[in-house]
T-cell receptor, first 107, second 115 residues
Framework: GIQVEQSPPDLILQEGANSTLRCNFSDSVNNLQWFHQNPWGQLINLFYIPSGTKQNGRLSATTVATERYSLLYISSSQTTDSGVYFCAAGNDYKLSFGAGTTVTVRA | GAVVSQHPSWVICKSGTSVKIECRSL??????MFWYRQFPKQSLMLMAT?????????EQGVEKDKFLINHASLTLSTLTVTSAHPEDSSFYIC???????????FGPGTRLTVT
């Protein structure tokens, strides 16, 4: 199956800072999603982005499918951005999850 | 749109009993539903994939007789943990796919504790 690696594993930010999370995947994919898992465990869909660039408010994502990586950008971070960010990639319906990046935003 | 619910949100059961977890797509028809398991501070592991009206496809290493999955309709899938043991304690999360895109939408999860 697809192997998904995320970096860094942990990220501590001061409120207002910008950051970049990276996701590398081992093979070509036609499905790539970014999620934020809140403290209660709910996975929030951030982006469905098998290729290209998307933006949603302070978040944006870029996937370079030919080079097998995706980036999630958080700008002007807020304390509510804290949590675990997962990248998941795969083909058709099946997703493999990375280990996640734990983001802590300090006031 | 694309809301998925799970019930119950948490459950405690005694060792040897069975527990059923429901996953519903509330505002769309889900051609495919998925069940994942997550241990504390770890990632999600896919357990099985189910399509309405057909048998579930289990991932390698997942006991199909222990984790029974039924996808009875386009809006409901159930996971039954049979003869539960303490090592089955975990966070179980379902997701659903509309079929128009590959994007998956996740339920809020069910925390199972087996005593």
């Amino acid at each position: 199956g697809i192997q998904v690696e995320q970096s860094p594993p942990d990220l501590i930010l001061q409120e207002g800072a910008n950051s970049t999370l990276r996701c590398n995947f081992s093979d070509s994919v036609n499905n790539l999603q970014w999620f934020h898992q809140n403290p209660w465990g709910q996975l929030i869909n951030l982006f469905y982005i098998p290729s290209g660039t998307k933006q949603n408010g302070r978040l944006s994502a870029t996937t370079v499918a030919t080079e097998r990586y995706s980036l999630l950008y958080i700008s002007s971070s807020q304390t509510t951005d804290s949590g675990v960010y997962f990248c998941a990639a795969g083909n058709d319906y099946k997703l493999s999850f990375g280990a996640g990046t734990t983001v802590t935003v300090r006031a | 749109g694309a809301v998925v619910s799970q019930h119950p949100s948490w459950v405690i059961c005694k060792s040897g009993t069975s527990v059923k977890i429901e996953c519903r797509s509330l505002d769309f028809q889900a051609t495919t539903m998925f069940w994942y398991r997550q241990f504390p501070k770890q990632s999600l592991m896919l357990m099985a994939t189910s399509n309405e009206g057909s048998k579930a496809t289990y991932e390698q290493g997942v006991e199909k007789d222990k984790f029974l999955i039924n996808h009875a309709s386009l809006t409901l899938s159930t996971l039954t943990v049979t003869s539960a043991h303490p090592e089955d304690s975990s966070f179980y999360i379902c997701s659903a796919q509309t079929g128009y895109l590959y994007e998956q939408y996740f339920g809020p999860g069910t925390r199972l504790t087996v005593t």
